[in-house]
């Protein structure tokens, strides 16, 4: 059986992630199938997890991430502002291979390295607040979607917005195609707030950790 797009396919597809986010990898990775099969044009958009705990009394070994989702998040901002919206879902599959699956944590030379795999200039790799307001206006897009107290990441499929899924392993195939079409019906429901579960399982990103 083949899971067939619904009739009101949808026009707009927005998803805003945090490159050092293991669940948002695991949720572009399933967002990316559907879009593949469904011929959907997904803008990828940048939320940051320190801008959304500034000023939170946060566990230290959590709060010592922080820099990090900073430096990410101001790279990717810079490289949209650089060789604007096309580069943002290729620039984040090569952070975001190297952080999650590969498991890397020497920044320096996983930036060099997706910058260059991408073909951006290199000088990108110089931290800058130069475009912190573009990122914060891209942060508070999702946050205004949601609210405050969700992390990332962020969907919005046309008027129909939610933080998640939070999911591990990617789905793929029809199993997939299922899962979306379910969050979105169940998530267009005037009045839906919360569908949770506790997790069982970390991240699982290939057919080796399963």
């Given at each position: 059986?083949?899971?067939?797009?619904?009739?009101?396919?949808?026009?707009?597809?927005?998803?805003?992630?945090?490159?050092?986010?293991?669940?948002?990898?695991m949720t572009s990775r399933w967002l990316g199938e559907v879009a593949d099969v469904r011929g959907l044009d997904v803008d990828w958009q940048v939320m940051s997890l320190a801008v959304l705990n500034e000023g939170r009394d946060l566990p230290e070994s959590y709060a010592a991430r922080m820099p990090r989702s900073m430096r990410l998040t101001r790279l990717v901002t810079a490289a949209r502002a650089a060789g604007g919206d096309a580069v943002v879902k290729p620039l984040y599959d090569a952070l975001g291979t190297r952080i999650h699956p590969d498991g890397r944590n020497d920044d320096d030379a996983i930036i060099a390295?997706?910058?260059?795999?991408?073909?951006?200039?290199?000088?990108?790799?110089?931290?800058?607040?130069?475009?912190?307001?573009?990122?914060?206006?891209?942060?508070?897009?999702?946050i205004e979607l949601v609210g405050d107290d969700v992390g990332t990441p962020?969907?919005?499929?046309?008027?129909?917005?939610?933080?998640?899924?939070?999911?591990?392993p990617a789905p793929t195939g029809e199993e997939a195609l299922r899962m979306f079409?379910?969050?979105?019906?169940?998530?267009s429901v005037d009045g839906f707030f919360e569908l949770k579960r506790s997790r069982t399982r970390g991240p699982v990103f290939g057919a080796e950790e399963a």
């Open positions: 059986m083949t899971i067939e797009a619904p009739a009101d396919q949808p026009q707009r597809v927005r998803m805003w992630f945090d490159p050092t986010c293991p669940w948002a990898w390295e997706a910058l260059a795999e991408v073909g951006l200039d290199a000088a990108l790799a110089s931290e800058t607040d130069a475009h912190d307001e573009a990122l914060r206006d891209s942060h508070g897009r999702a962020v969907i919005a499929v046309d008027d129909v917005a939610f933080f998640g899924p939070v999911v591990s079409d379910g969050i979105v019906a169940a998530a």
